[in-house]
Structures are given as C-alpha cells and as structure tokens.
C-alpha cells in the first residue's frame, strides 16, 4: 500500500456534542481512519458509547501517545488555538472543529506551526457536504436563475430558554455567531468568494442571554447582496436558502437531515443516510414551480478530504 493510503490512527480531544455527534460517528464510519483514544473528564460517556476506545483524562496525555497520526479537536472554541499547536509540537496532524480560532492573528499562528513541524492541519467544514447547500450550489453553477443577485441563507431555531453550557454564556468564543456564523460565511465564500463589504448586527435577545442570540450579517459585491441570517426566536422556522437571479428563483425550504440522523444514532452509510426528501423549487414568476432533482446522498466520512494528508508527513497546511 502506498504511505499516502496507509491508515490513519485517530483520537479526538473532547467529547460534548461536537465530538460525539459528529466526529466520532464519522471518523469510524471513514475508509482508512481508526479512532483509537479520546481526550475526555467523562470517561464513564465515552465508553459507554465508544466500549474498547482508549479514554485519557487530559489532552496531554492523548498527545504522548505514540499509537495517534491525526488529533480532532473537539472542545471549546477559545482553546483552539493552544490545543492545534500543542498536537503539532507533539508531531501530530491536526483537524480543528470550526470556528478553526478566535482570530487572525490566531489562525496564522496555528499555520505557521504546522509549517514549521512539517504537518497538515484543516479545519472541520462540514457544511460544505449538506444536501441543502450542494442541491442550491449545483443549480447556481449551472445556470439555473442566470447571474445571482440575492442569496439569503437562513439558519433559525426555536429555543426560548438560554442553557447552561458554554456556548450561551460570556466569555471568549463563545455567542451563536461563532457557533452557526462559521458554517453561513463559509458556504457563501465557497459560491461566491470574498465580498468587498460587510455589515453585521448582534443582539441578545432571549430573556437571560449575556451574549449574542441573533445576527444578521450582509456580505456586499458589486451586484450581489448575501445576507446570512440566525436566530433563536424563531417558531414557525424559515427557509433554509432564498436565491433570487436575472432568470428565476430558487427555494430551498427544510435543511440537511444528516446532523439530525447522527442524534438518533444513525450510522453514516446506512440506508436512508443523507438522502433530502424536501424538494429543491426553481420558480420564473410565470407558470408554477418547478421541483429540481432532490439532493440526495452524499458518500459518508466527511473527514476525508481534511484529514486524507494525515498520511503525508510534509510542509503543508491549510485553514479555511
């Protein structure tokens, strides 16, 4: 077997609901990837659901492990940055949840680490793969609505309580914006690239919130207007994605199952994974709508195209 298909042994720092919702289901349902330890202050929850999978009690300890190729990180997003750059020093390649730091400043750090130990790193979009988003993307690169000229995507809930964790309490990283924001901005500059303004609203709005619970972000182009939207008030929901173009409309009405699936203990790969039973509906302002291909599958193992490197041990790194 050639080095760059050799398999790659994972561990995973952090076990809340990052890591276990989405990293570990799918580093073991991915070819040629192995979870072999997790970093986590709960064993007795990992192995309860992991039975045979190596728990160590701190990140330095999954570190000096010589069984580990590539870590995930997995934890809170103001210890990105530290936790990538110890992982790198200890030789390891490296997947960072999004949002991949706090900074700009943050993000070149942790790049210039990688190039200096001579391993990858990448950050966790996992996003880019939802049906929603590839069944909008497809009929936008193919011409569906002509030169696009509005594009709103909608991410909207309907949780009225603030809870106790860290993304709802103050602090560094933490705010609904760095938690949904990095998976909005991230599929607009994959369809569109950088704008050359942007205008952003915040507020706190759920009785008890101590940071932001709305935003209202809009990425200007010369013609376009992108306007990326969240909220936590939101009952009767929203379109997931609204694209108004020079020759129609599309409407994309229900988002991706797939996180949903991972809740309920579905296998990726499974029958039934990914596929998008909501259609995708192209309107011209004169006759009825018109249902497009639905999305679909899409193969399991999002980690594939970050983390397949792991296997090359050279000077390479990047961060979307």
């Known amino acids: 077997m ?11 720092i952090g076990y809340g609901y990052a890591g276990r919702t989405f990293h570990a289901p799918l580093i073991r ?32 300890a999954l570190l000096r492990r010589d069984d580990i ?29 999004k949002p991949f730091a706090l900074s700009h400043a943050d993000a070149q750090a ?24 590839l069944a909008i993307r497809q009929a936008i690169e193919t011409g569906r609505i002509g030169a696009v000229r509005h594009f709103e995507s909608h991410v909207d809930r309907f949780r009225p309580q603030v809870r106790p964790r860290w993304r709802e309490a103050a602090g560094p990283g933490a705010g609904l914006w760095l938690d949904l924001g990095p998976h ?47 909220g936590m008030l939101a009952a009767g929901g929203s ?3 609204v694209v108004h173009g020079e020759a129609g409309t599309l409407v994309k009405r229900a988002a991706d199952r797939q996180e949903d699936q991972l809740r309920a203990g579905m296998i990726p790969g499974a029958p039934g994974w990914g596929e998008d039973p909501d259609d995708l509906l192209l309107l011209d302002g004169t006759s009825p ?32």
């Open 110 to 133: 942790v790049v210039a680490a990688a190039e200096a130990a001579r391993r990858h790193v990448a950050v966790f979009q996992n996003r880019r793969w939802d049906s929603d988003f």
């Open 184 to 230: 909005l901005v991230d599929q607009a500059l994959c369809l569109f690239g950088s704008p050359s303004r942007v205008i952003a609203s915040f507020a706190a709005q759920r009785q008890g919130a101590t940071v932001e619970d709305w935003a209202h972000v809009v990425l200007e182009y010369p013609a376009l207007r992108v306007i990326l939207h969240a």
């Open 2 to 12: 050639a080095d760059n298909e050799r398999h790659i042994r994972a561990g995973l």
């Open 69 to 97: 190729d590539l870590v995930v990180i997995a934890t809170p997003n103001d210890s990105h940055r530290p936790l990538a750059e110890m992982a790198l020093a200890a030789g390891k390649h490296v997947v960072v949840d």
């Open 289 to 320: 709508p018109a249902v497009l291909a639905r999305a679909g599958r899409r193969p399991p193992g999002i980690l594939r195209g970050a983390a397949r490197g792991a296997a090359r041990p050279r000077a390479e790194s990047r961060a979307a």
């Open 29 to 60: 349902a991915t070819a040629g990837y192995s979870l072999v330890a997790v970093a986590s202050s709960d064993a007795a929850k990992v192995q309860a659901d992991l039975p045979g999978i190596a728990v160590e009690p701190a990140p330095a």
């Open 239 to 241: 379109h997931r994605f």
